[in-house]
């Protein structure tokens, strides 16, 4: 990345542990920040933040985003000058099977870190992170853009929608505070790229079908979904923190950081393309599931006019990268080496 601005700067990531937030203490890290993070310890395995050593690179506590006085106790500690917010329950199933834990964590959580951010003195900003399906779902769009209506049909989508209420209110109330934080939300698509082993995710769904030989049962394929490589919405939270930390209040406000229109795609696409490159086959799964939205899209024009942010890699190359990583992954290659080399590339592309 073109900008120095993260060098020496006071960085708290929540989420460190997960998929996204390892990258971004990575990227973070070579940027020369000073990374610190609060999470829970990583719950799967493999997991990146282990097998990459994200935690040499990470001042890091151990919590619950749920429980206020320990959340209030790290951002008080770690003095951040910026915040990521990831730390989530993020995926749909779980989040019908624990709704209450669903909203719990998400939208208390958002609410946990926000208040503590508004009583620390040390925040100038927060980046917190929503999802694509904080919309209210509309079958006719071709692509959702910030000011559509919220919404969320299930548990999940329904926290992300109230945890960008919960923001919206914060900053309302509290932005005219003096020395009050600049606050923005982010709204990614689906990331892909390497690393990824959460249960019922498609990519590491058919990492762990390849693993044990069966063929991947696979339970929407008409499905579609604004797939992305990770570092795409990372390096648009990167560019927003920025603008934030600069003292760009226009940047306080919701943003999309969502692929091409064209490389929205189906499950089954995706399915064709990644199956052969991870050696695995897979077959619809046919047996009752719960709900999940037909269409999403995602329109990032504001981001494109406003921050200069747009996609560096197809949907193409974000497959061949993911497909590679997993294999030299399995082949006993670093993964930290193949995350940096992976972020080195991307800074390449964008200053092309
Ligand atoms: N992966 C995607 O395709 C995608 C798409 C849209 C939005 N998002 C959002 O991006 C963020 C990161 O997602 P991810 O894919 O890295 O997920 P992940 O499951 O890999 O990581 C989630 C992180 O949140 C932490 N966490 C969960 N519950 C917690 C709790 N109660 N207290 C403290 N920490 C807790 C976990 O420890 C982990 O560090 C989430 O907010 C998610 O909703 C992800």
Sequence with gaps: MRSSRYAGRRVLITGHTGFKGSWLSLWLSRLGARVSGFALA???????????????????????????????EAVAGFAPEIVFHLAAQPLVRRGYAEPLHTFATNVMGTANLLDAVRRSGSVKAVVVVTSDKCYREDTNTFGYRETDPLGGHDPYAASKAAAELVTSAWRASFGNC???????????????????????RLIPDLWRAARSKRPALIRNPAAVRPWQHVLEPLSGYLLLGERLLGGDAEAADAWNFGPALADMESVEKLCQSMCPRLGVEWRYDRTPQPREAAVLRLDSSKAAMRLGWRPRFSLDEAIALTGDWYARFDAGEDPRGLCIERIERYEQCRRR
């Design 42 to 72: 990583p719950d799967t395995e493999p997991s990146l933040y282990v097998a990459a050593r994200v935690d040499e690179r990470v001042d890091s506590m151990i919590g619950d985003i749920r429980d206020a006085d320990r959340v209030a």
């Design 178 to 200: 003096p020395g009050a934080a600049l606050i923005a939300t982010a709204r990614a698509g689906n990331v892909i790229g390497g690393g990824d082993w959460a249960s019922d």
